[in-house]
């Protein structure tokens, strides 16, 4: 059964802080990773993608992916309670575009 | 570009009862996905469609159908409703080579 795994939570950070969400994934065969956000009653919006090792940023978040160690990690800077949502990992199922979802990890930024 | 929409936005069937959810995408994507999201169990891939005229089960297909009527729409049925199956409903597309997935707004299902 290919999984993956993040911690439900919630996380929470003051506002300004660092937020950092992890995620790890069973499936070697996986080639794309994704972080989605979802709030509450909402679908879920894709906010970053990467696809090889290391870092990738854009603007206030960092993806960063280590296929070695099968993790996917997201780093979010000055966190704002806008932040506040549930973000979900998402691999690739091998080399498909079916796509497994984590549970998602509850961010909670408080004022 | 209203990217993917989804009808209804919300319906409540009685058990026995049938329903088809609609989506249809403007991305020109090849490839649509339906998914349903319940407390504690995440998001399950119900059926997909890699391209028009294709169709595949996911992880939990039982007692629904798919058909893909054309590239721009996706739709499920429920034969036969059952408690189980309430839940919120998201339809998805994707295209290659990035598999960037995009959610439509979802269809909140209640079945009594």
């Known amino acids: 059964q290919k999984e993956v795994e993040q911690n439900s939570g919630p996380l929470s950070v003051p506002e300004g802080a660092i937020a950092s969400l992890n995620c790890t994934y069973s499936?070697?065969?996986?080639?794309?990773f994704f972080w989605y956000r979802q709030y509450s009653g909402k679908s879920p919006e894709l906010i970053m993608s990467?696809?090889?090792?290391g870092d990738k940023e854009d603007g206030r978040f960092t993806a960063q992916l280590n296929k070695a160690s099968q993790y996917v990690s997201l780093l979010i800077r000055d966190s704002q309670p806008s932040d506040s949502a549930t973000y979900l990992c998402?691999?690739?199922?091998?080399?498909?575009?079916?796509?497994?979802f984590g549970q998602g990890t509850t961010l909670q930024v408080k004022p | 570009n209203a990217g993917v929409t989804q009808t209804p936005k919300f319906q409540v069937l009685k058990t026995g009862q049938s329903m088809t959810l609609q989506c249809a995408q403007d991305?020109?994507?090849?490839?649509m996905y339906w998914y349903r999201q319940d407390p504690g169990m995440g998001l399950r891939l119900i059926y997909y469609?890699?391209?028009?005229?294709?169709?595949d089960k996911g992880e939990v297909p039982n007692g629904y159908n798919v058909s893909r009527l054309n590239k721009r729409e996706f739709s499920l049925r429920l034969e036969s409703a059952a408690p189980s199956q309430t839940s919120v409903y998201f339809c998805?597309?994707?295209?290659?080579?990035?598999?960037?997935?995009?959610f439509g707004p979802g269809t909140r299902l209640t079945v009594t």
């Open positions: 998402a691999v690739t199922s091998g080399n498909t575009g079916k796509l497994i």
């Open positions: 990467i696809y090889s090792n």
């Open positions: 499936d070697r065969g996986s080639q794309s």
């Open positions: 998805a597309t994707s295209g290659q080579p990035s598999y960037e997935q995009y």
């Open positions: 469609s890699a391209s028009e005229g294709t169709t």
């Open positions: 991305m020109n994507h090849n490839s």
